[in-house]
């Protein structure tokens, strides 16, 4: 299925999707290839993630950057409902969550990707909490 096992050897460098958190030193995680934009639109699309293996519960966070998104460059992709980017920009993980709120203020965005700018790993989808 062509996933491949690393054992993390730095901090930073191998980003869990599931926890939202990097693998600390001596983890071991999985590079596999996962569908995250299931739309069937002409933005289809699927990347390669880290997971951490072992991995049991999803991080959720509700007003809150988690650090594996605070300390990378970011780009951000607002989709409709169809699936269609809306609009999208660059931002710094400090500023994701103005950006993403920023992005969300536009009533035809449905939700917001984020994936890590500089190899292009899908990191985590933004919506509205209503």
Excluded: K, W
Aim: aromatic share 6%.
């Amino acid at each position: 299925m062509g996933v491949h096992r690393y054992v993390a050897d730095a901090a930073s460098r191998y980003p869990d999707r599931i926890e939202l958190r990097d693998a600390a030193p001596g983890e071991t995680v999985l590079l596999l290839n996962h569908l995250h934009q299931p739309a069937e639109s002409p933005y289809r699309a699927s990347h390669a993630i880290f997971v951490r293996e072992g991995t049991t519960a999803a991080h959720v966070a509700i007003d809150e950057v988690p650090e594996a998104l605070r300390s990378r460059p970011l780009s951000l992709r607002a989709f409709d409902a169809r699936g269609m980017i809306v609009d999208g920009d660059l931002a710094d993980g400090p500023r994701l969550l103005g950006m993403a709120e920023r992005l969300l203020a536009n009533e035809g965005v449905a939700y917001v990707h984020v994936h890590f700018a500089r190899l292009g790993c899908y990191a985590a989808r933004i919506d509205r909490v209503e």
